[in-house]
């Protein structure tokens, strides 16, 4: 076999690469492909992430928002204790969901401060609770006077457990609803008019929701009420009945005792269901926020969960904050959350 060429020089190998060179950059690519291809995910991770984030916390101060407006309105706060529970008891729940059993609502103090407690049960709760204004009823009766009766609801906002409650290593699992009353007249008022013939003839207008002086026809008014007397003293609650004569013990279509019914048109059974996110339950990472007000305990499903309520203050500078810890029900990497606060100066006369 010729090794040399006609002039004596070795000849020339054939170019190529080796087995060795070609493994090596072969392991370099996919090494570089994987590396890319990491860093896209991630990326896309990150991104959904901060999504979700933002996402949580607009849904979060929606519902801070809503809470702070309806107690803006508000014209009395009902506290732990019989008074409050009793308002509580005579509430009908209709179709609206089950609260958790822990349902608290937080006990007033009147000359403490917005703060974590030292020992549990001591004002903190997880239920808002009171009355709110929601309309001026103003009447010209047939004699040509004119009345203006004040119209109230009774509001609660309280956790109910989804997708099988909180437990343990799910941060998720609860729900917060809104339930309104229905309309409830200002008794006082009422009571201040000495013409009877004229009380009939508001009673009347108020109970078949006729239009007022302006026009505008309101929901029909079946209830007097005086205001945070206990419910179920004499007079507290009256009803009106087809004439305009007060009732002093309950018709029968509500029943042997005294029963406020929802307006169902205006609760809302699931505000965060239909958006994806629960309140985050006691189970959620201590970095989220639960428990930061009051000490949490895993009796009767779990308290404070992500809803806490304090009031302080007496009843001419009332002070109600309201801490809110939402977390994203997508499971999907990382939880998103977010812990929110306001507080809400409340008239309660």
Known sequence: ??????????????????????????????????????????????????????????????????????????????????????????????SMPAPIRSTTIPTFEVS???????????????????????????????????YRIDVYRIERYYLTAVRGGPAAGKPDGLNLCHWVSEPLADGNQLDRITNATDVQEILEHLNTSTPDRSGTVHDAVKLVWLGRAPVNDPGTLRE???????????MP?????WRIFPE???????????????????????????????MQSELNGGFPHGFEIQVIGPPSARQVMVHLTLVSTNFDGRRAYSDMQTVVDVRDP
């Open 253 to 257: 279509s509500r029943g042997a005792t």
């Open 264 to 294: 169902i048109r205006l609760c809302d059974p699931d505000i965060l269901i239909y958006r994806h996110h629960s309140v985050a339950s006691n189970f959620a990472q201590a970095n989220m926020g639960v428990g930061r007000f009051s």
């Open 112 to 146: 403490g401060r917005l703060e974590r407690e030292a020992r549990a049960g001591t004002k903190t709760g997880n239920e808002l609770f009171f009355a709110r204004y929601s309309w001026t009823d103003e009447f010209q009766v047939s004699t040509g006077t004119i």
């Open 1 to 94: 076999m010729k090794t040399k060429r006609d002039d004596g020089h070795p000849l020339d190998r054939e170019a190529g690469f080796s087995l060795i060179e070609v493994t090596i950059a072969s392991v370099l690519v996919l090494m570089l492909a994987w590396l890319v291809s990491t860093l896209s995910v991630d990326g896309m991770r990150a991104q959904k992430y901060a999504e979700r984030q933002a996402r949580v916390t607009e849904i979060a101060q929606d519902v801070l928002d809503e809470i702070r407006r309806d107690l803006g309105s508000a014209m009395g706060m009902f506290g732990g204790g019989p008074l409050g529970e009793g308002y509580r008891d005579a509430l009908v729940r209709g």
């Open 240 to 250: 009106i009945d087809a004439t305009g004569v007060l009732s002093m013990t309950p």
